[in-house]
């Protein structure tokens, strides 16, 4: 099983990123898809998720209004278009996949990394 995750890097305050979270070798459309992300010293909190069709989602208030979460359950991917980004959403980036019948049933990608900064 893989969930690898792209897309991130420095980008300036007011800037736009698309993180990219491709998964393998398991029942793709199946699992609920979900971003979160942890920044330095902070513990690791939820940023947007969204129903294995994809009729549902659920946003942070950090991030509402801000962030899209997607997917493409024909290609396997979950994306996460991050718009008017602050210093403060600087924080290493996670994918993760969880059955919803089953939580314990979840995979987490490596992690990439975005920094908002001038």
């Known amino acids: 099983v893989q969930l690898v995750e792209s897309g991130g890097g420095l980008v300036q305050p007011g800037g736009s990123l698309r993180l990219s979270c491709a998964g393998s070798?398991?029942?793709?459309?199946?699992?609920?898809m979900s971003w979160y992300r942890q920044a330095p010293k902070k513990g690791r909190e939820l940023v947007a998720s969204?129903?294995?069709?994809?009729?549902?989602?659920n946003y942070a208030d950090s991030a509402k209004g801000r962030f899209t979460i997607s997917r493409d359950n024909a290609k396997n991917t979950a994306s996460l278009q991050m718009n008017s980004l602050k210093p403060e959403d600087t924080a290493v980036y996670y994918c993760?996949?969880?059955?919803?019948?089953?939580?314990?049933?979840?995979?987490w990608g490596q992690g990439t990394q975005v920094t908002v900064s001038s």
């Open positions: 993760n996949a969880q059955n919803p019948w089953d939580k314990r049933d979840e995979y």
């Open positions: 070798a398991f029942a793709f459309s199946r699992y609920d």
């Open positions: 969204i129903t294995s069709a994809g009729g549902s989602t």
